[in-house]
């Protein structure tokens, strides 16, 4: 299994709303990253998750808020979003940090806030 | 200023035509990557370089650590291969926080 699920594909949710996204791998990795990717831009690194600790936060808002429930899972919890923060968002894992030559990307969550 | 550079920033061409696109970046890498995103949005990792050249199907990559430079090949390309290719880079200091900075990407559209 050589892959990064990512659920939901789409997630449509208004301002007040609570949602999470899910990120999941099973290849053993034990570095998981998110990245928000607005429209013709390169990805953006969000959170950087090593041994299921967080590492690195890039100054992301804290209505987003990141949790790995273990070393598979990976979770974006979401609240009190803004429109602008309409994005695509990327999971990534890797066997360690810096990135491992072998990254592997999910399917991304295209995420739409109204 | 660690920087990455792709062009073209689009590129659109015939069924068959042979495809290359460039990237080019300021200062020493430790390795290359070599990404393909479709309008889905998933990502997918083609080729990883730290020297020379690789091959995978009709995909060649090849960098040049003197110059600073490496291109993506397409031989023979088609429909399918239409995808935005983003080329990603491992600064020796100074890179983004996972180690990786990102170029913005070339916008490949293939015709039949």
């Known amino acids: 299994d050589t892959e990064v699920t990512q659920t939901p594909k789409h997630l449509v949710m208004g301002m007040t709303n609570k949602k999470s996204l899910k990120c999941e791998q099973h290849m053993g990795h034990r570095a998981m990253y998110w990245y928000k990717q607005k429209a013709k831009k390169p990805p953006e690194l969000m959170f950087v998750?090593?041994?299921?600790?967080?590492?690195i936060n890039e100054s992301v808002p804290s209505r987003f808020s990141p949790e790995c429930p273990n070393s598979s899972l990976l979770n974006l919890h979401l609240h009190a979003l803004q429109p602008e923060d309409s994005a695509l968002y990327l999971c990534?894992?890797?066997?360690?940090?810096?990135?491992?030559?072998?990254?592997?990307f999910g399917q991304g969550t295209r995420l739409t806030v109204v | 200023k660690n920087e990455v550079e792709q062009s073209p920033q689009n590129l659109t061409a015939q069924e068959g035509e042979f495809i290359t696109i460039n990237c080019s970046y300021s200062v020493g890498i430790s390795a290359l990557h070599w990404l393909q995103q479709h309008p889905g949005g998933g990502i997918v990792s083609l080729f990883m370089l730290s020297s020379g050249k690789k091959k995978h199907g009709r995909l060649i990559a090849t960098i040049n650590i003197q110059e600073k430079h490496s291109s993506l090949h397409i031989t023979a390309s088609h429909p399918r291969d239409s995808a935005v290719y983003i080329c990603?880079?491992?600064?020796?200091?100074?890179?983004?926080?996972?180690?990786?900075?990102f170029g913005k990407g070339t916008h490949l559209i293939i015709q039949p």
């Open positions: 990534a894992s890797s066997q360690d940090i810096p990135v491992h030559p072998r990254a592997f």
């Open positions: 990603a880079v491992r600064f020796l200091s100074g890179g983004g926080a996972d180690g990786l900075t």
């Open positions: 998750y090593s041994y299921e600790k967080l590492s």
